[in-house]
């Protein structure tokens, strides 16, 4: 299939900011797109064109579907101290209202994949790795499985709402400097919610990646990991966003971007 010819314009239904903090703000984008609503699945994402000024689409992971005929996105925007966005296509998206249109392209990657006999899944989200993993959460409960999630962020500040947290998922709040939830990193958590987890998710900053990718408590358990990285084409033309692997150099836009943890050599890798 050529994908460059599966362009959507799409309604916006809403664009909201939802969270707030110094040098940065998260907005979910609502959108009407009846035609992917049915096949997008958690791990996967969209290329946004983001005004006439961005050459290059924005790769944003799909955070959830809605009435068969919405998708969801969660975003963040970037703003330097002077309150200058230095990422010109989500300060353009953001800006976008209600009743306007955007187009994309997808959805695009593989996506998680959840084994059928997964009943208790443990979802570890660093920031804006929330994206992805919100809408694997609410269709796993869906699907009757247990959901622990592991939500890190710096401070209370960069904490996801409580009305966006999926209902019926076990939720561990973790912040840097202890202002809400357990005091520490979300990794350094995590070896206590290990016991009885089928599967184990995550999203976030390489760092945190990393660190999960060293710890020996996970080396016995399946762990898919989403990345978030710079693309170019996100269709898997451009080989822009490869990544090493122990299976050979992978696009992370068309072989993943969720990748089994074992298999990306981290010290080859720069997200
Ligand atoms: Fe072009 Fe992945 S962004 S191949």
Redesign the pocket.
Known sequence: MNRLLNQVSARIISNDEVLSYPGAAYFLLRLEATVISNTANPGQFLMLKCGDDCILRRPLSIHGLCDDSRIELLYRVIRTADGTPPGKGTDWLSQQKKGGKVNFIGPLGNGFKVAAESKRLLIVAGGIGFAPLGFLARQALSHGRQVTLLLGARSAAGIIPGNMIPSGATCVITTDDGSTGKKGLVIDMLPGYLEGADQIFACGPQAMLEKLASLPELHSKPVQVSLEVR????????????IRTTHGMK????EGPVFDIKDIIWQEVSI
């Open positions: 693309m170019g084409c996100g269709t898997g033309a451009c080989y822009g966003c490869s696009r992370v836009c068309r």
